[in-house]
Nanobody, 125 residues
């Protein structure tokens, strides 16, 4: 099970940290990812984290502003989002898979089997 939280309303240029708690399974050979979806748009890959070693992949438009980290003891993946813009407004989802994804496949949402509920991020200009 995946539980995302931490969304909210923030001003343009502000920061937020999202959390994704993984429960009910071991994290060895597991990958968790963040996707987002804005109204009327397709779901977009944000970032992915491979447990337990920690390989991280980012969506192209997120590099430099978004950072993924993890707390293994808490089975939690974080998404630190800085310099937020209005175009970052979306529902953010946490997803997981046991598939051995790599940099060229980590962005494919159909490769993820488990999805949590979303958390809304709204950036006001």
């Amino acid at each position: 099970q995946l539980q995302a939280s931490g969304g909210g309303l923030v001003q343009d240029g502000g920061s937020l940290r999202l959390s994704c708690v993984v429960s009910g399974r071991a994290l060895s050979n597991y990958m968790t990812a963040w996707f987002r979806q804005a109204p009327g748009k397709e779901r977009e890959f944000v970032a992915a984290l491979k447990w337990p070693g920690g390989s991280i992949y980012y969506g192209q438009s997120m590099k430099g502003r978004f950072t993924v980290s993890k707390d293994r003891a808490k089975s939690t993946m974080y998404l630190q989002m800085n310099s937020l813009r209005s175009e970052d407004t979306a529902e953010y989802y946490c997803a997981g898979t046991t598939r051995g994804l790599i940099s060229s496949t980590a962005h494919l949402d159909h490769m993820y089997d488990n999805w949590g509920q979303g958390t809304q991020v709204t950036v006001s200009s």
